[in-house]
């Protein structure tokens, strides 16, 4: 151990105790986002003179650099605290980092600036976004080996960490939305990858359009925030000590003195900090509405000054103006809700999911990074960064969780069927997205971003799985042609068994620990005050369960048990992945396996995330919860194994199939809906406006018949051009004469 | 003595090639992009040296001009921040237009040229003229080269084109002309001046003087004349035809520059000069800056011809423009005039990309193309970027853009807001399918496969254009913090014809008013005490 001792002790400071240097840390959050950008820049301007491993490594370098540097960072927010500079008497809790670098835009009393800030949940996030993103970039180096477009593709790979790490870490609404719309960018270069399929071109750009309808109500949401409270920021802007960046203070909640302004003594009154963000914002309409804060009536002209209940001030901001009679409580609630649509769009909830089984185009570690683990899940970080302003309004989180529970349950219906693999686990994700909306409308955001982080495992896991059974069937997707394969993979069915068992919601493993708490939370948020709509979620997410346990091991079953159904040709080539694949293949297994005793019982890191809690009690009726969803997980696994493994049951043709297997093979025609009534409907009016108003309308009857009305008074005119002389100096005579009778009497 | 240098040496560039003889081609290009870089390079100062904090108008010059019936002109030249930056736009992209029609212009080359240099001179006026009567003869001048330039050298159909826009155009300044004299003798005024006027007019309307009718008929006079430039939903079916029909160069200035004369003279002169009457209709041009968001984006879906969608995309990103213009909030009228510079760069850069694909295919049917990102990638990375700009992705202009006009139309009111952003998703629609159909898939047709990728000469082209891109989307407070004073000029001019100020003063986010703060009370921001519950 002293060998071990002296190298710590050989280790700078900074990398031994990261909390004792908190203000270093927090200025070089930017080192989080800006390696892979460095990566980026590598591969997009050098990928012709550096070798395909080198482009590689320098991706994954990049990634892992992310990694650790946020590592350091999330250390750093949990060390002992800082005492502050020299001389400063101000002890500064080391619970979150935060500094701004520059001004963006600063436009008429607007201001946005490029700052980031790491707590607890951007904190998580990240670490799961570089961690999984590390070892995705590791996979991918072995998975894309023999693409043609190594360099670009990790280029883009890069750039879409940097966009999610913008995502994660901004510190104002602006700079998430910088990152959104980065991530949507990446996403759809990514999915388009091979463009020279135009099939999959035409899914990365339907993901970019069903994501951008999202994206305008988010900016809609953003506009509502703007002008109510005028301002973007989370929280207030730290504090400068010097040039060091240190937090500024929390409201402060006092009661009043007896002799203070016009409150009666013993109210409360809040007192913001200087340069307020939402955050403080939601917390002091909070208090001062009184109790939860459901019924926030004050009005958008509020001004906490006049009443002597500490220093809130609406009415210098626009609100007043543009939502006239308004409340605070009626603007947030709109906002919010506002801002869920563009969570539907990234989160693919319904009725905006239909672009996330079509992502399924791009190559498969992208879906295992992209469209499982991290991207897809911003939606549930945004309204978890934003919770104190969810909480607000009670039917938006009841919208919420309906949304949430409806994706979750159609999903899954629509994942039983599917006989491509990445077509399961791709409706797998959108109904675990619903999971954790659901846990967000029960006012559970904790849970939420729990079920985000072991959902981050166990789906990379899986994805990455079928990305490695791809790889070896000679990229086959459809499960029909599989079967038999655990003997020839047997890190990938070992390591798949983990995810699929996590996923189905097997005790003890990461996705029980979250899955089953949401569910929990479900029921105890009925028994809270006995709203049906939460009885009927909780038996559709029920329902939901037990789907999802019978499509995974399905999909276990028809890939990895059985014999083969593949091609002589095929089976030939059969073959375990190579190390670079398996090993990240086996470290998710491991986070899949134990990830929830650990961050489930270990760290509690619902609880650690220091997110709004519900009102009710969340562990009420566990025990009841607790058979019903083992109930539902071991009968879906139960079924599944006895059809597929077994009785070796095979999907038949779709034309010998029941009209309900139909309907969810089909995804309840719904996709098609919007492929041929919406996308149809749509260029069909387009051309229609053209032909009517550009072309008939406008050009023929104005402009031509302005033209026509000219020529028709030319014709007139024309008419006195007679060429009789005459004529013309009778004219002349008489405006002669016109004129001398002017001048003389004028 | 700058303006009047800078308005002055692309015409006077333009007298050697009067005399030099037409095989000196090579010659005349080199001399006339000379010209037009010296022209960019002396504008400089006017971004540079324009002070934000100093007088309103700058670079002030005064020379007498004529005097005539009463009617008294004067060379009268100064620039604000808005339209220093509108110049140095057009001296900017002039070296781009020129350097692109290189290859592009293959007959009567002298007298390309020629019409380009004294385009340069008028759209420079135009910005820079303080005297409404020098604006009219600027304004109109810059007339008969874009005239020329797409009707002898444009496409099969340039007749057509070239007359629609000429009387499109004329039919708005003569309704334009007419209301300029009649405001100048009901003023009574002593000059042209548009300074002096717009107060003059003030006075007038105090007084009771200016009756409603005489204001809003001269306002729609004026207002036409810009919307038509514009242009504006439904006045716009001259823009298609002029810009498929002009060549390349011809587009690029159109696109980027002339249109903005429009805005920027509902900036300058009509909400100015007629703020009660723009009050009054400001509501009903917003409702027409919506329909040409959304009819614009609908009609650039169908095209079959690239320029045509491009043009068509023009009408619904200066609908988002004006958006904020008229929206008379502090967020939307910069967002409009930045979003003013943002269309110039990102269309002038979509025309100049078209244009090179013309000179190789000599199509521009999006069906002839297909899959050629394959075989010109790098050609396809700037098209795809240039896209991205197009679409408001954060981080490139247009977001900058299209986020503080949308937001400054949703402050006056949430549903303009709402309808305005449309926009953002049918932007997308039409972009992303188009790039789909060009470069993505199959290579469909045969004699595509030997298309040659963006050249050196082509690369100095567009690298300045897709280096201003990410400049204005990652550092957009500089040419903020310019059109600032005139902004709020702007706004005090268009409230001025109200008794108070209703709107609230504007703020900035230092100067709000903060406690005294004491002893911090160490908790993180995040963990917000939960002391609701108490009585």
């Known amino acids: 151990?002293?060998?071990?001792?002296?190298?710590?002790?050989?280790?700078?400071?900074?990398?031994?105790?990261?909390?004792?240097?908190?203000?270093?840390?927090?200025?070089?959050?930017?080192?989080?986002?800006?390696?892979?950008?460095?990566?980026?820049?590598?591969?997009?301007?050098?990928?012709?003179?550096?070798?395909?491993?080198?482009?590689?490594?320098?991706?994954?370098?990049?990634?892992?650099?992310?990694?650790?540097?946020?590592?350091?960072?999330?250390?750093?927010?949990?060390?002992?605290?800082?005492?502050?500079?020299?001389?400063?008497?101000?002890?500064?809790?080391?619970?979150?980092?935060?500094?701004?670098?520059?001004?963006?835009?600063?436009?008429?009393?607007?201001?946005?600036?490029?700052?980031?800030?790491?707590?607890?949940?951007?904190?998580?996030?990240?670490?799961?976004?570089?961690?999984?993103?590390?070892?995705?970039?590791?996979?991918?180096?072995?998975?894309?080996?023999?693409?043609?477009?190594?360099?670009?593709?990790?280029?883009?790979?890069?750039?879409?960490?940097?966009?999610?790490?913008?995502?994660?870490?901004?510190?104002?609404?602006?700079?998430?939305?910088?990152?959104?719309?980065?991530?949507?960018?990446?996403?759809?270069?990514?999915?388009?990858?091979?463009?020279?399929?135009?099939?999959?071109?035409?899914?990365?750009?339907?993901?970019?359009?069903?994501?951008?309808?999202?994206?305008?109500?988010?900016?809609?949401?953003?506009?509502?925030?703007?002008?109510?409270?005028?301002?973007?920021?989370?929280?207030?802007?730290?504090?400068?000590?010097?040039?060091?960046?240190?937090?500024?203070?929390?409201?402060?909640?006092?009661?009043?003195?007896?002799?203070?302004?016009?409150?009666?003594?013993?109210?409360?009154?809040?007192?913001?900090?200087?340069?307020?963000?939402?955050?403080?914002?939601?917390?002091?309409?909070?208090?001062?509405?009184?109790?939860?804060?459901?019924?926030?009536?004050?009005?958008?002209?509020?001004?906490?000054?006049?009443?002597?209940?500490?220093?809130?001030?609406?009415?210098?901001?626009?609100?007043?103006?543009?939502?006239?009679?308004?409340?605070?409580?009626?603007?947030?609630?709109?906002?919010?809700?506002?801002?869920?649509?563009?969570?539907?769009?990234?989160?693919?909830?319904?009725?905006?999911?239909?672009?996330?089984?079509?992502?399924?185009?791009?190559?498969?570690?992208?879906?295992?990074?992209?469209?499982?683990?991290?991207?897809?899940?911003?939606?549930?970080?945004?309204?978890?960064?934003?919770?104190?302003?969810?909480?607000?309004?009670?039917?938006?989180?009841?919208?919420i969780a309906i949304v949430g529970g409806l994706t979750a349950i159609f999903a899954a219906l629509c994942g039983l069927t599917q006989t491509d693999i990445k077509k399961v686990l791709a409706y797998s994700t959108v109904s675990q997205l619903g999971y954790m909306f659901l846990a967000a409308g029960v006012g559970a955001f904790g849970l939420a971003i729990f079920h985000v982080v072991t959902h981050a495992f166990f789906k990379a896991l899986l994805f990455l799985g079928a990305g490695s059974v791809i790889h070896g069937m000679s990229e086959e997707q459809d499960l029909r042609k599989m079967g038999g394969l655990r003997h020839k993979m047997p890190i990938t069915f070992w390591t798949m068994l983990i995810g699929s068992a996590a996923l189905a919601g097997v005790p003890f493993t990461a996705g029980w620990y979250s899955k089953d708490q949401i569910l929990g939370a479900l029921l105890a948020r009925y028994e809270h005050d006995h709203q049906t709509v939460f009885l009927i979620l909780y038996v559709l997410a029920l329902v939901g369960a037990f789907c999802t346990a019978f499509y995974t091991f399905r999909l276990m079953g028809l890939a990895f048990f059985g014999t083969s159904r593949a091609s002589e040709e095929t089976q030939h080539h059969i073959h375990e992945s190579p190390p670079v694949m398996t090993v990240p293949l086996v470290i998710l297994a491991i986070f899949s396996a134990i990830g929830g005793v650990w961050f489930g019982s270990g760290v509690n890191l619902p609880e650690f995330l220091g997110l709004p809690e519900p009102s009710f009690d969340l562990h009420h009726g566990h025990t009841l919860n607790l058979i019903l969803a083992g109930v539902a997980a071991f009968g879906g696994i139960g079924l599944a194994l006895l059809l597929y493994v077994q009785q070796g049951k095979q999907p038949k043709p779709e034309t010998e199939q029941g009209p309900l297997y139909r309907l969810s093979k089909e995804r309840f025609y719904v996709e098609r809906f919007y492929d041929r009534v919406v996308c149809g409907g749509f260029a069909l009016f387009a051309e229609v406006l053209h032909l009517l108003v550009d072309v008939i309308l406008i050009d023929t009857l104005l402009v031509y018949g302005a033209g026509g009305l000219v020529r028709w008074i030319a014709g007139l005119m024309r008419k006195l051009q007679s060429g009789v002389v005459n004529a013309y100096a009778a004219g002349i005579l008489i405006g002669a004469l016109v004129v001398l009778y002017k001048l003389l009497h004028g | 003595m700058l303006l009047t240098a800078l308005i002055l040496l692309p015409l006077l560039g333009a007298i050697p090639l009067l005399i030099v003889r037409d095989n000196n081609a090579r010659e005349i290009k080199v001399w006339a992009i000379m010209i037009s870089v010296l022209t960019f390079l002396i504008s400089l100062p006017l971004y540079f040296n324009y002070d934000p904090d100093g007088e309103l108008f700058q670079f002030v010059e005064l020379y007498r001009w004529f005097s005539l019936q009463g009617l008294r002109a004067r060379f009268s030249l100064g620039v604000d921040g808005i339209s220093a930056l509108l110049i140095v736009l057009t001296t900017f992209i002039m070296p781009i237009a020129l350097l692109g029609s290189w290859n592009y212009i293959k007959d009567r080359q002298k007298e390309?040229?020629?019409?380009?240099?004294?385009?340069?001179?008028?759209?420079?006026?135009?910005?820079?003229?303080?005297?409404?009567?020098?604006?009219?003869?600027?304004?109109?001048?810059?007339?008969?080269?874009?005239?020329?330039?797409?009707?002898?050298?444009?496409?099969?159909?340039?007749?057509?084109?070239?007359?629609?826009?000429?009387?499109?155009?004329v039919f708005g300044s003569l309704l334009m002309f007419v209301?300029?004299?009649?405001?100048?003798?009901?003023?009574?005024?002593?000059?042209?001046?548009?300074?002096?006027?717009?107060?003059?007019?003030?006075?007038?309307?105090?007084?009771?003087?200016?009756?409603?009718?005489?204001?809003?008929?001269?306002?729609?006079?004026?207002a036409l004349a810009f919307a038509i430039k514009l242009p504006l939903w439904p006045l716009h079916t001259w823009l298609p035809d002029a810009?498929?029909?002009?060549?390349?160069?011809?587009?690029?200035?159109?696109?980027?520059?002339?249109?903005?004369?429009?805005?920027?003279?509902?900036?300058?002169?009509?909400?100015?000069?007629?703020?009660?009457?723009?009050?009054?209709?400001?509501?009903?041009?917003?409702?027409?800056?919506?329909?040409?968001?959304?009819?614009?984006?609908?009609?650039?879906?169908?095209?079959?011809?690239?320029?045509?969608?491009?043009?068509?995309?023009?009408?619904?990103?200066?609908?988002?423009?004006?958006?904020?213009?008229?929206?008379?909030?502090?967020?939307?009228?910069?967002?409009?005039?930045?979003?003013?510079?943002?269309?110039?760069?990102?269309?002038?850069?979509?025309?100049?990309?078209?244009?090179?694909?013309?000179?190789?295919?000599?199509?521009?049917?999006?069906?002839?193309?297909?899959?050629?990102?394959?075989?010109?990638?790098?050609?396809?990375?700037?098209?795809?970027?240039?896209t991205l700009s197009s679409i408001g992705l954060p981080l490139t202009n247009g977001f900058v853009g299209e986020f503080t006009c949308l937001m400054g139309a949703f402050q006056r009111n949430p549903w303009f807001g709402v309808f305005g952003g449309l926009g953002v998703v049918l932007g997308a629609v039409y972009m992303l399918y188009l790039v789909k159909r060009v470069f993505f898939g199959k290579v469909i047709r045969q004699s595509n496969e030997h298309l040659a990728d963006i050249g050196g000469r082509e690369m100095a082209l567009i690298l300045p254009l897709l280096a201003m891109i990410f400049v204005m989307g990652i550092a957009p407070n500089p040419f903020f913090r310019r059109m600032q004073p005139a902004v709020e000029e702007y706004l005090r001019l268009s409230k001025a014809h109200k008794p108070a100020p209703v709107a609230p003063a504007p703020r900035t986010v230092a100067a709000r008013p903060a406690p005294a703060a004491p002893v911090p009370v160490p908790q993180d921001a995040t963990e917000l005490p939960d002391v609701g519950n108490e009585p």
């Open chain 1, 1 to 399: 151990m002293d060998g071990l001792q002296f190298l710590v002790s050989w280790l700078p400071e900074w990398l031994r105790e990261p909390g004792r240097f908190y203000a270093f840390y927090a200025e070089t959050l930017y080192l989080i986002p800006l390696l892979p950008f460095a990566g980026f820049l590598i591969n997009a301007f050098g990928r012709k003179s550096i070798s395909r491993g080198a482009s590689g490594a320098v991706a994954t370098l990049a990634a892992f650099g992310a990694f650790f540097w946020a590592f350091l960072s999330f250390c750093a927010t949990l060390g002992p605290a800082d005492t502050g500079p020299s001389g400063s008497e101000v002890e500064f809790p080391a619970r979150a980092l935060h500094a701004i670098y520059a001004d963006w835009i600063s436009v008429g009393g607007f201001s946005c600036s490029f700052g980031f800030y790491l707590d607890q949940l951007s904190g998580v996030m990240t670490l799961v976004i570089t961690g999984v993103g590390t070892l995705i970039h590791l996979y991918s180096m072995g998975y894309m080996a023999h693409d043609k477009a190594f360099a670009r593709y990790f280029c883009y790979l890069n750039l879409f960490l940097f966009s999610m790490l913008l995502l994660v870490l901004g510190d104002n609404l602006v700079l998430l939305f910088v990152g959104w719309e980065g991530v949507g960018l990446c996403s759809y270069l990514l999915i388009g990858f091979w463009y020279e399929d135009a099939a999959k071109a035409a899914a990365g750009m339907k993901a970019f359009i069903f994501n951008r309808v999202g994206d305008l109500g988010f900016l809609l949401g953003i506009f509502v925030l703007v002008a109510v409270f005028g301002t973007v920021n989370f929280v207030s802007t730290p504090v400068k000590v010097g040039t060091r960046n240190y937090p500024s203070e929390p409201n402060r909640v006092e009661r009043a003195e007896a002799d203070e302004g016009e409150a009666a003594p013993g109210q409360m009154q809040v007192i913001l900090p200087d340069h307020p963000g939402l955050l403080n914002y939601a917390h002091a309409v909070r208090v001062l509405s009184g109790g939860k804060g459901l019924s926030a009536n004050l009005p958008l002209d509020y001004d906490a000054a006049k009443t002597g209940r500490g220093n809130l001030n609406l009415s210098d901001k626009l609100g007043s103006s543009v939502f006239p009679n308004g409340t605070v409580g009626f603007a947030l609630a709109l906002a919010c809700l506002l801002l869920f649509v563009g969570a539907c769009g990234k989160s693919a909830q319904l009725p905006l999911y239909a672009w996330l089984p079509d992502a399924m185009a791009g190559p498969t570690p992208v879906s295992a990074l992209i469209h499982a683990a991290t991207m897809v899940t911003a939606g549930v970080y945004m309204v978890a960064r934003l919770s104190s302003l969810f909480a607000f309004s009670e039917t938006v989180l009841s919208v």
């Open chain 2, 243 to 386: 810009h498929v029909e002009a060549p390349t160069p011809g587009s690029v200035v159109l696109a980027a520059v002339l249109l903005k004369m429009g805005g920027y003279g509902f900036l300058r002169l009509v909400v100015p000069f007629f703020p009660m009457a723009s009050e009054a209709y400001a509501p009903l041009l917003m409702v027409l800056c919506i329909v040409g968001i959304i009819y614009g984006s609908l009609m650039a879906f169908t095209q079959k011809d690239m320029k045509k969608l491009i043009a068509y995309s023009s009408v619904a990103h200066l609908g988002t423009c004006m958006l904020g213009i008229f929206s008379f909030t502090a967020v939307g009228v910069q967002g409009g005039a930045y979003q003013m510079l943002n269309h110039g760069i990102s269309t002038g850069a979509l025309f100049l990309l078209v244009g090179m694909l013309y000179e190789r295919t000599h199509t521009r049917m999006i069906d002839y193309y297909g899959g050629i990102a394959k075989i010109v990638p790098v050609f396809t990375v700037c098209f795809v970027l240039v």
């Open chain 2, 179 to 222: 209301a300029i004299l009649f405001v100048y003798h009901k003023c009574g005024a002593a000059h042209f001046g548009i300074a002096h006027l717009t107060e003059q007019l003030a006075q007038l309307r105090e007084a009771g003087m200016l009756s409603r009718a005489e204001e809003f008929w001269c306002f729609w006079a004026f």
């Open chain 2, 112 to 169: 390309f040229y020629l019409c380009m240099l004294v385009l340069e001179t008028a759209m420079i006026g135009v910005f820079a003229a303080q005297d409404l009567f020098l604006f009219f003869v600027f304004f109109e001048a810059s007339l008969i080269p874009m005239y020329l330039l797409i009707g002898i050298w444009g496409g099969d159909n340039c007749i057509y084109a070239t007359t629609k826009f000429v009387l499109y155009t």
